[in-house]
């Protein structure tokens, strides 16, 4: 090997080990600046499965993420998933998040002066049973 390719060998390995350097540097940069203030935070994917009324969600795009024991899914699909309702209310900056109205019955509880007017014809008929 003549001097010149063992020149250029030494220089290929120099600048490999100046970008390893320079690609540690810019990482350990990123690590101080999520460590540095309030506003960063480290979320990581979930690898637990989350079930919504009996399916599984995944969304590659959307995805399930974690942050020091809390989950967190993105409010758009928790809507599509459970028809809750949700807007932006851009006079107040603020969410807005609506339930679904419950489901009205048709059966109600009859009051207690007709509940008791219907014992009393009971009793009147000689249908009661103790």
Do not use: C, R
Not at 29 to 35: E, P, S
Not at 82 to 92: I, R
């Amino acid at each position: 090997m003549t001097s010149d390719a063992i020149q250029s060998l030494i220089d290929e390995l120099e600048a490999e080990e100046n970008n390893k350097m320079l690609t540690e540097n810019a990482e350990i940069d990123a690590i101080k600046k999520l460590q540095q203030g309030p506003d960063h935070y480290l979320l990581t994917e979930v690898a637990y499965p989350v079930v919504v009324n009996g399916k599984k969600y995944t969304d590659a795009k959307n995805p399930i993420l974690n942050y020091e024991g809390s989950t967190y899914i993105p409010l758009a699909k928790i809507g599509e998933l459970t028809g809750v309702n949700y807007k932006w209310n851009a006079g107040l900056k603020q969410v807005e998040i609506v339930s679904a109205p419950a489901a009205s019955s048709d059966v109600s509880a009859p009051s207690d002066d007709s509940f008791k007017d219907f014992l009393e014809e009971l009793e009147k008929s000689g249908n009661v049973y103790h």
